[in-house]
């Protein structure tokens, strides 16, 4: 099956940027996401990319993928306190949908 | 719009007893999942519907767990008996329909069995 392997823990200050790694196994997979989940709360879906693209901009977020070394990144521009959370990395092909372990970011103010 | 809606949000049992998680999926949506996260992983499905038939519950410990969907929109979940590491939380997702690659999570059940 697919592993999909993410940095546990992620410390940065406030303003300045985060990166987020992601690695997974199966070079069939068709859609990567990432989610964030706060404390006590599901995951939220913050963004999506599409295996055929290697980069997607949205507002703060920018997501690359590297096909090649099947490698997928996050990175949250000038990062807020409110960033801090758990961000899962998730790798999707034929209905079969699966989770990184999670890396926790947190932001000193 | 509505999210996907869990009930309860926390629950607290000894080992052995019965338990039973419900979720209402957004509305519109054909799909269902449950999820099983253990503390300090990802989630992992257990159950997938699409309407009322579960097409995907390989993952479904059945000699314990077992689910319905009965007129293909809100679900139930239920474990019975209950067992020590079952402690974890249960995600109910839900999307349009099986060929949609976005997934809208719920907030979760959280189960405790002492």
């Known amino acids: 099956g697919e592993d999909v392997e993410q940095s546990l823990f992620l410390s940065v200050r406030e303003g300045d940027s985060s990166v987020i790694n992601c690695t997974y196994t199966?070079?069939?997979?068709?859609?990567l996401y990432w989610y964030k989940q706060e404390p006590g709360a599901g995951l939220q879906l913050l963004t999506y990319?599409?295996?055929?693209?290697d980069m997607k901009q949205d507002q703060r977020l920018t997501v690359l993928l590297n096909k090649k070394d099947k490698h997928l990144s996050l990175r949250i521009a000038d990062t807020q306190t409110g960033d801090s959370a758990i961000y899962f990395c998730?790798?999707?092909?034929?209905?079969?949908?699966?989770f990184g372990a999670g890396t926790r970011l947190t932001v000193k103010p | 719009e509505a999210g996907v809606v869990q009930s309860p949000r926390y629950k607290i049992i000894e080992k052995k007893q019965p338990v039973a998680f419900w979720c209402n999926p957004i509305?519109?949506?054909?799909?269902l999942y449950w999820y099983l996260q253990n503390l300090g992983q990802g989630p992992e499905l257990l159950i997938r519907?699409?309407?009322?038939?579960?097409?995907?519950d390989s993952q479904l410990p059945k000699d314990r767990f077992s689910a319905e969907r009965l007129k293909g929109v809100d679900s139930t979940l239920k474990i019975q008996p209950a067992e020590l590491g079952d402690s974890a939380v249960y995600l109910c997702?839900?999307?349009?329909?099986?060929?949609?690659?976005?997934?809208?999570f719920g907030p979760g059940t959280r189960l405790t069995v002492t």
């Open positions: 997702a839900s999307s349009l329909d099986h060929t949609s690659y976005e997934q809208y």
């Open positions: 199966d070079s069939s997979s068709t859609y």
């Open positions: 990319i599409f295996s055929n693209m």
């Open positions: 998730a790798v999707y092909d034929n209905n079969d949908m699966r």
């Open positions: 509305s519109g949506h054909n799909t």
């Open positions: 519907y699409e309407n009322e038939e579960a097409v995907d």
